[in-house]
């Protein structure tokens, strides 16, 4: 049951520090999304990729972050010089075309 | 713009009781769909519906039941004779429907604690 893979399931990462953060979709899923959960609030939308192809990046902070899907291998969500408020859960989603999002595990990064 | 909103944050009750999380939704859009997603305490987030704004008949899965109304903008979640188990956060969330991004808009998400 193979579902949406992401990696590590912990992060830390000391201020100012690179953390990348790897997803894996499901078997015949080509759309893949980013979401941050904070302390104690709901998941905000961050980015929507296809292979190879940004479509909506409108969620992410304009510094330090970006993402990729490559044609081959997983989707990464990269934070570089990471700070404080960095520190959430990062959960990524994929789906085939129309279809509803199904979601990872999280990874849970800690900032120290 | 689109908006989800889910006023109970936390709700607490015995097992066995119904329950009822209430969502409020804001959109301009006249396709869009509505979702539940669960997120029990080990963290991860599971899909439990999805409703197309074109279809209002109600749905049920077992102990769950969804009553989704356009005339108030609302799409509420209803577990019957509620489990321990259910204890979790529900999160309602909204996505148009055309147009290139599939992105999701969630609510702040309702904490249910179940009591034995």
């Known amino acids: 049951n193979a579902g949406v893979m992401q990696n590590p399931r912990h992060l830390v990462r000391r201020r100012g520090q690179e953390a990348r953060l790897r997803c894996s979709p499901m078997?015949?899923?080509?759309?893949v999304y980013w979401y941050r959960q904070l302390p104690e609030e709901g998941l905000k939308f961050m980015v929507y990729?296809?292979?190879?192809?940004?479509?909506?990046e409108s969620g992410m902070p304009k510094e330090r972050f970006s993402a990729e899907f490559p044609k081959e291998g997983p989707s990464i969500l990269r934070i570089q010089q990471v700070v404080r408020g960095d520190s959430a859960a990062y959960f990524c989603a994929s789906s085939r075309q129309d279809q509803p999002q199904h979601f990872g595990d999280g990874t849970r990064l800690s900032i120290l | 713009a689109q908006k989800v909103t889910q006023a109970q944050t936390e709700i607490s009750v015995v097992e066995k009781e119904d329950v009822t999380l209430d969502c409020v939704y804001e959109t301009r859009d006249t396709t869009y769909y509505l979702f539940w997603y669960k997120q029990p305490p080990s963290g991860e987030l599971v899909f439990l519906i999805r409703r197309n704004s074109f279809d209002e008949q109600n749905e049920i899965s077992g102990r769950y039941s969804w009553n989704f109304q356009k005339s108030t903008s609302s799409f509420n979640f209803t577990i019957t004779a509620s489990q321990v188990v259910d204890s979790a956060v529900y999160f309602c969330?909204?996505?148009?429907?055309?147009?290139?991004?599939?992105?999701?808009?969630f609510g702040q998400g309702t904490t249910l604690q179940v009591k034995p």
């Open positions: 990729l296809q292979k190879e192809n940004i479509i909506d």
């Open positions: 969330a909204l996505s148009e429907a055309r147009g290139n991004t599939g992105k999701l808009i």
């Open positions: 078997k015949g899923h080509s759309h």
